[in-house]
Nanobody, 122 residues
Framework: QVQLVESGGGLVQAGGSLRLSCAAS????????AGWFRQAPEKEREFVAAISWRGDATYYDSSVKGRFTISRDNAKSTVYLQMNNLKPEDTAVYYC???????????????WGQGTQVTVSS
């Protein structure tokens, strides 16, 4: 079993930046694919970004491409999401997740963190 714990959320003004972290514990964090999702109130959970095991392949939703950067440090079993030029519409609970296949579908992810709140004020 793998446990994922997100941190780094908070309140920031529009145009600001936050860096989210997702630390894995339990079994070795061997899932080759890690992703970030977000869920705003009364909306479905949506894909944000994902990264391959070696970090040589990254994937982004069009709404965040160019503003967000996903990265990982396997030695620390940690995945990061650097978020720049934040907008009020980025406000949501952000979740990290892990899986063994290349996918943007939330249903394909096997492990999930508890989420961290990101609030962007205008």
């Amino acid at each position: 079993q793998v446990q994922l714990v997100e941190s780094g959320g908070g309140l920031v003004q529009a145009g600001g930046s936050l860096r989210l972290s997702c630390a894995a514990s339990g079994r070795t964090f061997s899932s080759p694919f890690a992703g970030w999702f977000r869920q705003a109130p009364e909306k479905e959970r949506e894909f944000v970004a994902a990264i391959s095991w070696r970090g040589d392949a990254t994937y982004y939703d069009s709404s965040v491409k160019g503003r967000f950067t996903i990265s990982r440090d396997n030695a620390k079993s940690t995945v990061y999401l650097q978020m720049n030029n934040l907008k009020p519409e980025d406000t949501a609970v952000y979740y990290c997740a892990a899986t063994w296949i290349v996918t943007r579908k939330a249903a394909d992810y096997n492990y999930w963190g508890q989420g961290t709140q990101v609030t962007v004020s205008s």
